[in-house]
């Protein structure tokens, strides 16, 4: 089967090809003109979409080696998103289907990171064996949710405030870093003291008096954004420059260290032996380590997604169109699928 991915759900304008199930291309373009603005500016987003959604489309059709006229299916991204970013590539997806004559799939795209640590094979082959815990960390979610073989899955934790994403970008943009700042804070983290600067931890057994762990997997990181802007109005500015990468490394184990001891809680408490990482966030090389090495000890499995699905791309989007078909999805011939902007946990909003 031939399908072909689209995603637009945010600031990445992505097609990709599957092959029975393999990624024969995956093209992203990310968008250069937010950067001044310090976040995504919505209306921009949809343009660049706009501009670019045609000839990234062909890129990857052309690169996979194909004509259009073999594609099987086109999947997209349906949301969560900025409504206006998802609205452009699901239309043109939606609107390609019906040209073509073929079916068409749509994507949430959260679900869709959840399952990008199985790209390469493309298959459900590839997944556990049995339900895995996973961890989806981006700029717009922070989610702990336990995936059952059957591919049915339950959120059981959520941020109640700031994403991890976003955790790193404001706290990033506080030491004057250029959005999107978790890759810098990634990176100056390598070479800094992580214990430089006790920033809290949130909701954790160490934020608890009786140090137990009570079972609560759900996260906070505003309390951090506010320590780490206290932090800063304290101190001079040539004493933040000279420690830049220890406050970045604080910062980053302060962010890391909860996300690890939650989602190995999470597995433990279930008796579940895999876990997995997902979303812009898994690419940061601290949280890679760290959960390499709980899990380890643990005796847990891990599960990554490669480097370049890690943050926003429609392979994942593809794949996981791939993964519901061979479990007896059947693609319909309809094309008026709305775009929706929000993620539904099923749980009341705290
Ligand atoms: O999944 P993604 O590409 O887009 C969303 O759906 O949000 O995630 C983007 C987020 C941004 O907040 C960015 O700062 C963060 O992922 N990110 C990182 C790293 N690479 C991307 N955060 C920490 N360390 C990284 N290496
Ligand atoms: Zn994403």
Redesign the pocket.
């Known amino acids: 089967m031939k399908i072909l991915g689209i995603e637009t ?4 304008t992505s097609a990709a090809v599957l092959l029975e199930g393999r990624v024969a291309s995956n093209v992203v373009s990310s968008q250069r003109c937010h950067t001044s603005f310090g976040g995504v500016v919505p209306e921009l987003a949809s343009r660049e979409h706009e501009r670019l959604m045609v000839s990234i489309a062909d890129a990857a059709i052309t690169e996979a080696n194909i004509t259009k006229k073999e594609i099987d299916v086109i999947a997209a991204t349906a949301g969560p ?1 900025l409504i206006g970013a998802v609205m452009v590539g699901l239309s043109f997806a939606q609107g390609l289907a019906w040209a073509l004559k073929i079916p068409f799939v749509p994507v949430n ?2 679900e869709a ?1 959840m399952f990008s640590p199985f790209i390469d094979e493309g298959t459900s082959h590839c997944a556990p064996d049995g339900a895995f815990v996973s961890l989806t ?5 922070t989610l702990l949710s336990v995936i059952e073989q059957d591919l049915s899955y339950m959120v059981i934790g959520r941020t109640l405030d700031d ?4 955790a ?2 404001k706290t ?1 943009k506080m030491l004057g870093l250029a ?5 810098e ?3 100056l983290a390598r070479e800094g003291d992580p214990h430089f600067h006790e920033f809290p931890r949130a909701l954790t057994s160490r934020s608890q008096t009786s140090k137990s762990y009570d079972g609560n997997f759900d996260f906070s990181f505003s309390g951090l954004k506010t320590s780490v802007l206290t932090f800063l109005q304290k101190q001079k500015p040539e004493y933040i420059a000279a420690n830049m990468p220890n406050i970045a490394a604080s910062i ?1 184990q302060a ?1 890391v260290s909860v996300l690890v001891e939650k989602t190995i809680a999470a597995a433990r408490s279930r008796g579940i032996k895999a876990v997995s990482i ?10 890679r380590t760290m959960m390499q090495f709980a899990c380890d000890k643990a005796g847990l499995t891990l599960y990554l997604p490669g480097a370049v699905y ?3 791309n429609a392979a994942m989007i593809a794949t996981l169109a791939g993964v519901k078909l061979s479990r007896g999805l059947k693609a319909e011939h309809r094309y008026n699928i709305a775009p929706f902007a929000s993620f539904s946990t099923g749980r009341p909003k705290p």
């Open positions: 759900s945010c600031d990445e998103g795209h959260v990171h960390v981006s700029g717009g979610h994403a991890a994403g976003e790193f970008d990033g959005y999107p700042a978790g890759p804070i990634d990176r980053q962010i997902a979303g812009g966030v898994s690419a940061n090389s601290g949280l890690s943050t926003d």
